[in-house]
Structures are given as C-alpha cells and as structure tokens.
C-alpha cells in the first residue's frame, strides 16, 4: 500500500531519480522552458519550485544548498544572477505545466514545463491588457482623465451663460 507516500518513484531508484531530476532542473534554470513527460514535469514542479525560492535570497548559504542539489555551477550561477532577480516579487508559483498531447511511439502524456516570469508572451499581454482595460465598478469603461476634464469644462461653462440669464431677470 502506497498510504501517506507523497513522491512519484518514476520507476527509478532514488539515485537515480535524484540524477534525473537534478538534471531536469539544471536544464530548466538554463532554457527557461523544456519538453518532458507529464510525470516527469509534476515531479520537477516540486523538485525545483523550493529551489528557486532560495534563489531569492542571494545568501552564501543558499547558494551552498542549491548547489547540493543541482551539482551544477553554471547552473546554480544562472539561477541566483538571471533567475532570482526576476521572480523576486512572486510569492510562488514559479513554474507553469502546459500538456502537449501523447508522444507519438508510446503515446505517454507529454508536457512543456516553463518558467512563469520568462515567458514574454503571457507577461507582455497581461501587462497590456491591465493598462488598456481600466474598467470601473458597473462594467463599463472608465473615460480617460483628458476627457473627463473637457466634459467637467463643459458642464461649467453650460451653467455659467445658465445662471447669467437668472441674474439679469
């Protein structure tokens, strides 16, 4: 029975997984993004998500663990100089699985697995998009700040000639 075991075995020894995943991770701090089994990438999300937490905090310390578990200085260099200064405002999450589809010659579930913040397409978007679309509270939206100052312009001058004319009856 397989009660309270949380890690998936990937049909590996733990040397051997340990390697595997190591590896992953060393591959994803480097390209940003990799192609791998849908096993494989839930198990690199929570190999790699810790890893890159103590990336943020650029300490002696934290360099020395990473890098007992990647055994990889470019790799480690990558994460606390490119990696961590760009991740540095999220609060986790750090990773994005995308499914692929079924490999052709086995037909085993694929998936892409990503570095959230690298990703320009989604960012640049997102970030367009919540400056483009101020909307206000009843759905409609919200009037650019020239143009709410040309109508309030209006409104003064429309009761200006208006109470002109009471004063002089």
């Given amino acids: 029975m ?33 192609s791998t089994t849908l096993a494989k990438a839930r198990a690199l999300r929570r190999y790699v998500e810790p890893l890159l937490t103590k990336g943020k905090d650029n300490s002696m310390h934290s360099q020395r663990i990473v890098f007992s578990y990647l055994q990889n200085k470019e790799a480690t260099a990558a ?38 913040d690298f990703n320009e397409v989604y960012t640049k978007e997102k970030a367009t998009a919540g400056a483009a679309a101020k909307r206000t509270r009843r759905g409609r939206t919200a009037k650019p700040a020239a ?20 004063k002089s009856e």
Avoid at 2 to 29: E, F, V, W, Y
């Fill in 147 to 166: 143009t709410k100052a040309a109508a309030e312009s209006k409104a003064t001058e429309a009761a200006a000639p208006a109470e002109g004319e009471a």
């Fill in 79 to 116: 994460l606390f100089r490119d990696v961590a200064p760009k991740i540095g405002e999220r609060a986790g999450g750090y990773t994005r699985i995308i499914k692929l589809g079924n490999r052709r010659g086995d037909a085993s579930e694929m998936a892409m697995i990503e570095l959230v």
């Fill in 2 to 34: 397989r009660h309270g075991n949380k890690n998936n075995a990937l049909g590996r020894k733990k040397a051997h997984r340990d390697s595997l995943l190591s590896n992953l991770a060393c591959s994803l701090i480097e390209h940003k993004r990799i």
